[in-house]
């Protein structure tokens, strides 16, 4: 059974960083491409940024490229979001997603979800 686990959530005043961590396991990820989303209350879930295990070419959203990196650890399985700079509208529930071979934004497109983990930038 694929799972993927997310971790790294909290409490931070803007300006600051947190990384986020997303461990999959039950299944070969290799041909996946690994993405990050979020979700505000009364919002739709949104794209924010995506890796491919191979090869590990990257995908961010507009609305944060330059201050998040989104990084792959093969041997452990694991996705990073490395948040920078951050507001308060990127507070929000975070998610690791897995979609199988294409990249795409679409969160219905998306394979394998965790269970989220919540951002809250104060400011």
């Known amino acids: 059974q694929a799972q993927l686990v997310e971790s790294g959530g909290g409490l931070v005043q803007a300006g600051g960083s947190l990384r986020l961590s997303c461990t999959a396991s039950?299944?070969?990820?290799?041909?996946?491409?690994m993405g990050w989303f979020r979700q505000a209350p009364g919002k739709e879930r949104e794209f924010v940024a995506a890796?491919?295990?191979?090869?590990?070419?990257?995908y961010y959203s507009d609305s944060v490229n330059g201050r998040f990196t989104i990084s792959r650890d093969n041997g452990k399985n694991t996705v990073y979001l490395q948040m920078t700079s951050l507001k308060p509208e990127d507070t929000a529930a975070y998610y690791c997603?897995?979609?199988?071979?294409?990249?795409?934004?679409?969160?219905?497109?998306?394979?394998?979800w965790g269970q989220g983990t919540q951002v809250t930038v104060s400011s």
């Open positions: 997603a897995a979609k199988y071979a294409v990249f795409s934004t679409v969160p219905r497109e998306y394979d394998y």
């Open positions: 039950g299944r070969t990820f290799s041909s996946y491409v």
């Open positions: 890796i491919r295990w191979s090869g590990g070419r990257t």
